[in-house]
């Protein structure tokens, strides 16, 4: 008797276990962890520099050849849209599989071509491959970050911030990967960048969807608890990085690194199964309670309220044009269509501030090499101020998502005028520049790092909270252009003609010809005073077209904006408790 009991009681156990176990990885918090697995490896774009000189040796290419791969590298990384339109007519594991197939196909014949394996290619075919490979990541981030905001649309700042966040790490963790799996060998790099992202974007293939919106008073915090893990691992990572560059490190150690590296990206999962664990109660005891209720008669209210969510909704199916109601735009946070945000007078604003903000700390990221270089600095301290920028645009990231959101929901602040502060801090970095004295790129590095990294997560979050989230998929990817556009403007346009000007000067003022040199070089701090007395300028212009949104959006930020996603997160509450009731009759 006792035997059957025991076992009856261990049968019983193991299926409330499964059970559990089905329950978890069906929910939204497990997505959410797939998803901050997903953005870490959605960053290879940030290892070129690792591996483009593997791919200058092994096919022959001079630097101009590889600035070309290098342009096809941000362009594919940067366009969006394609993804976004995508992702607006088809399902989310459907987006997430043609990316995963995008970046191996894409790297996996950059690898093939590096290693031999195949005959050498066009360099046109190689610029496919890479633009191929980087376009990947758009969608990626279109599948685990717009999913991951439609079902916490009340904590879209801290959920932009820590995917972005994650997005930022992802390159510096997959070099900790490397290292520890393949040892020092670049060309091994690539092979990695091509098979994990996708890898992980066909494992999570059917856990990111979207899901009911549900109200949970502590999700705050269990956000807060995710942001503690992104610091640590954030040091963590940034201090392996500087003692990988200072000493010589063992196979070992690499693999001791990458472990601890891959124990605090999964630590977020424990969070989470707690969370899951109180809910997965909480159910238990509202179905039991149910089941000993009897009730013969239901409120009407009841009945009312159920049969308004359960009755299928009465679809308009009439054919319109989608150019018929470009100008009958909609109150600011309901759902735009596609042309009626991107043709809005609010979207052109922030667009423009995007473009100069971003066009501007982009063109400061990539020349901060350069840059110190131009100033004398050595090798080591040029990897320091790298080091800087990566660090610190994990952390601009983070405080554009959680300290934006905290102001917003205590204070009414807008976003819009965040960013506008943002942009102001970034002037005073791009100055620290221009105007150079000792230390001053120690600072202008955390300042231009912060700042570009806040801005990303500010605009995406704005784009939502303006215009919807019904098209999101393609409209935050439309924001996203003003990325390459502004740095193809300030950067290729701007930057890198006044540098080759003030190189002239430098070559004339020592009696030399353009003939007689190899590269242009330019030594002194003229060579950027110009090119970012210009950036801090147009960055000016940018706060300020960023402060008329902040005036013109005012009254919109002091309303309740998340309002209707708590109305729509208390029906799936009522629809439970009026089944049970049904089930009890």
């Known amino acids: 008797m006792v035997e059957v009991q025991t076992v009856g009681s261990t049968t019983t156990e193991s299926g409330g276990l499964l059970q559990f176990t089905l329950h978890v990885v069906r929910g939204r918090w497990f997505s959410l962890f797939a998803s901050f697995l997903i953005m870490s490896g959605a960053g290879a774009t940030y290892l070129f520099g690792s591996y483009s000189e593997e791919i200058k040796t092994a096919l022959g290419y001079d630097q101009t050849t590889l600035v070309l791969l290098g342009f096809f590298k941000d362009f594919g990384a940067n366009i969006g849209v394609i993804s976004g339109l995508i992702a607006e007519v088809s399902p989310t594991w459907f987006v997430l599989l043609v990316g995963a197939a995008m970046n191996f196909t ?18 046109w075919q190689m610029c496919i491959y890479i633009c191929l490979g980087a376009n ?28 972005k966040g994650f997005t930022g790490l992802s390159g510096a963790i997959m070099m900790q990967l490397y290292l520890a799996i393949y040892g ?9 960048i091509a098979w994990l992202p996708a890898a992980l974007s066909v494992i999570f293939v059917y856990t990111i969807r979207e899901m009911k919106v549900v109200r949970q008073p502590n999700q705050q915090t269990v956000f807060y608890y995710c942001l503690l893990i992104a610091i640590v691992l954030a040091f963590f990572v940034m201090v392996m990085t500087l003692l990988q560059n200072a000493i010589s490190f063992s196979h070992a150690a690499y693999v ?62 009439e054919t319109t044009s989608c150019f018929s ?45 350069q840059i110190g270089g131009s100033l004398g600095y050595p090798k080591t301290t040029v990897k320091s101020f ?36 943002v942009l102001l801090l970034s002037c005073i970095g791009l100055l620290f520049i221009a105007f150079p ?27 939502s909270e303006l215009f919807g989230l019904k098209y999101y998929s393609t409209l935050f990817n439309c924001g996203q252009l003003a990325n390459p556009l502004g740095s193809y403007i300030l950067n290729v346009q701007v930057t890198g003609p006044l540098y080759d000007r003030e190189a002239l000067r430098d070559l004339e003022k020592r009696g030399l010809s353009r003939a007689s040199v190899k590269e242009l070089t330019c030594m002194g701090s003229q060579c950027y005073r110009l090119a970012f007395i210009i950036l801090a300028g147009v960055t000016f212009f940018g706060a300020m077209a960023s402060l008329i949104l902040a005036a013109r959006t005012r009254q919109f930020y002091k309303g309740d904006i998340y309002k209707k996603f708590r109305e729509q997160a208390e029906a799936p509450h009522i629809e439970m408790t009026s089944s049970n009731t049904i089930k009890t009759r």
């Open 106 to 123: 894409g790297y996996f014949m950059i690898w093939l071509s590096v290693v031999g394996k195949i005959s050498k290619p066009k360099v």
């Open 136 to 163: 990947s990541q758009n969608f990626a981030n279109t599948g685990a970050l717009v999913t991951s905001v439609r079902n916490f649309p009340e904590s879209r700042g801290n959920m932009i911030g820590l995917l």
């Open 184 to 192: 020092n060998d670049a060309q091994s790099l690539i092979l990695l």
């Open 256 to 317: 001791v690194s990458a472990t601890v590296s891959c124990a605090l990206l999964f630590c977020p999962i424990l969070v989470f199964i707690r969370e899951e664990l109180t809910i997965w109660r909480q159910m238990k005891s509202s179905v039991d309670g149910a089941a000993n209720t009897i009730t013969e008669n239901p409120p009407v209210t009841v009945e009312k309220e159920m049969n308004q969510i359960l009755q299928p909704q009465k679809e308009n199916f």
């Open 325 to 369: 109601n470009i100008f009958e735009k909609p109150a600011r946070g309901e759902d735009y269509t596609i042309l009626q945000a991107v043709l809005s007078t609010d979207m052109l604003i922030l667009f423009v501030a995007a473009l100069c903000g971003l066009g501007s700390s982009l063109t400061a990221v990539d020349n901060m090499g």
């Open 386 to 421: 790298v080091s800087l920028l990566s660090i610190w645009n994990f952390f601009g990231r983070i405080f554009a998502g959680f300290v934006s959101e905290s102001l917003l929901v205590r204070y009414k602040f807008p976003r819009t005028l965040m960013m506008t502060l």
């Open 437 to 463: 004295f000792s230390g001053s790129v120690y600072i202008a590095s955390v300042i231009i790092g912060f700042s570009f990294g806040a801005q990303l997560p500010l605009n995406l979050t704005i784009i």
